[in-house]
């Protein structure tokens, strides 16, 4: 079950050219949803901005090779092994979500675009891939919905309460949890069983990939560029905090 | 001057909303990151300001007195037990501050709640809650009960 494509089977009832049209609209939506949220908070303009203060501030010029080194810090520490976390428990958890997911769409995206029909097999890795990006997502996902939420946990809101920073994590989780249950009920010949589990999961796809304007999912494409420019100012002498203290010897 | 957060810089850990006494840090529901809910109530303790493991909360002066352009931002280091302070005013000038905030390890002070809760009889008690454990003494000093000369009263 965990080592066969199960968008191929779904030709009983959905022609492949129109997963592929669905992948598309989902592409352009998180794209137009990403531009909308830039535009909405001004989030451009910012960074421009901060990047035009930074350059007076700074106290010394960083080399390409400097930049280069700072790229390589970012994309090894903020990006690769969540290093923005201070709490341990989220780092793992995101970390599990983190590559979860760029396994579970990519993989997505293979299936549909490269073996959507039973006449061209799948290599088995991708759709062990496509599931074990799913058991992370559950558990990543799992874990932080219900045992990490700073919200329920630190405020004391109830667990069940839904506000609109939750909209990312439900979408998500409700996707993936969906598709677990799909390509599970897909082995059965229960053809309705598969259509209900099958159109949630798209229901809830839909809602991830078309929700970006007022979700967090965008996070993942200007994150990395915020911390990159932290670590830029921090090295050129342009941040505004402190300096680090001498050790304190008395103490 | 009354606190707020970057949240840009905010991460959502919560560290500030367990520890601000007067409880009004807390979460935002549209990104799930910390916020000052009330600046008029910062009875500025700048608890969160030294709690804040991402150096992501601020302080600003009320507008009549600290007029916008001001800066004030503070690193906390625990591994050398210092917090830093630096204050760049309007004009650009700065002051920068160090001090020692701690004599013994971070993390170490044990919460109200790490301790065992206390018994019925412990209420009967004229000690505090952990009392004397907490105050590293064997025994608090005791008072004898008075005991009136028959005939005066």
Redesign the interface.
């Known amino acids: 079950m965990f080592t066969s494509n199960p968008f191929a089977d779904l030709t009983a009832f959905l022609p492949p050219i129109a997963m592929q049209v669905y992948i598309t609209l989902m592409i352009v939506a998180v794209a137009l949803g990403t531009v909308a949220d830039m535009l909405h908070k001004n989030s451009g303009k910012y960074f421009a901005q901060r990047l035009k203060n930074s350059q007076a501030a700074a106290t010394r010029e960083l080399s390409g090779a400097d930049k280069a080194s700072l790229a390589v810090k970012t994309i090894a520490i903020d990006v690769a092994t969540a290093g923005e976390f201070c709490n341990v428990q989220r780092r793992i958890s995101h970390v599990l979500m983190f590559y979860g997911f760029l396994f579970y769409v990519g993989t997505t995206a293979v299936m549909i675009f490269g073996y959507p029909t039973h006449a061209t097999p799948t290599p088995m890795v991708i759709p062990l891939l496509w599931n074990i990006g799913v058991i992370m997502i559950l558990i990543g996902g799992y874990w932080f919905f219900f045992f990490l939420r700073v919200n329920v946990v630190q405020d004391g809101q109830p667990l069940f309460r839904l506000v609109l920073a939750d909209l990312f994590i439900v979408s998500l989780l409700g996707s993936v949890t969906f598709a677990f249950i799909w390509e599970i009920v897909q082995t059965g010949d229960n053809l309705t069983a598969t259509k209900i589990a099958f159109g949630l999961y798209i229901l809830f796809s839909t809602l991830l990939f078309c929700s970006v304007r007022w979700s967090k999912l965008a996070h993942m494409f200007f994150k990395p560029v915020v911390a990159f420019q932290r670590r830029v100012e921090e090295a050129s002498g342009a941040s505004s905090l402190p300096a680090p203290a001498t050790r304190n010897e008395r103490s | 001057m009354p606190t707020f957060v970057y949240m ?1 810089d905010c ?4 560290e500030c ?2 520890i601000c006494p007067s409880d009004i840090m ?7 990151r910390a916020l000052n809910i009330e600046p008029n109530f910062c009875w500025e303790c700048y608890s969160c300001v030294k709690a804040c ?3 992501a909360i601020d302080v600003r002066g009320y507008a009549e007195f600290a007029p916008m352009g001001h ?1 004030v ?3 906390r ?1 625990p591994e ?3 917090i ?3 204050i ?1 005013f309007r004009d650009g000038r700065e002051k ?1 501050f ?1 001090s ?1 905030i ?2 013994t390890e971070w993390g170490s002070i044990k919460s109200p709640s790490d301790y065992e809760s206390p018994s019925q009889d412990d209420f009967r008690t004229q000690e505090l809650a952990h009392e004397p454990e907490a105050l590293n003494i064997d025994g608090l000093p005791t008072l004898t009960p008075l005991r009136p000369r028959q005939g005066v009263v």
């Open positions: 840009t991460d959502g850990c919560g909303v367990d807390h979460i935002d529901p549209t990104h799930r493991p991402q150096n800066s931002r503070v690193l280091e050398k037990r210092t830093s302070w630096k760049k920068n160090v020692p701690r004599t």
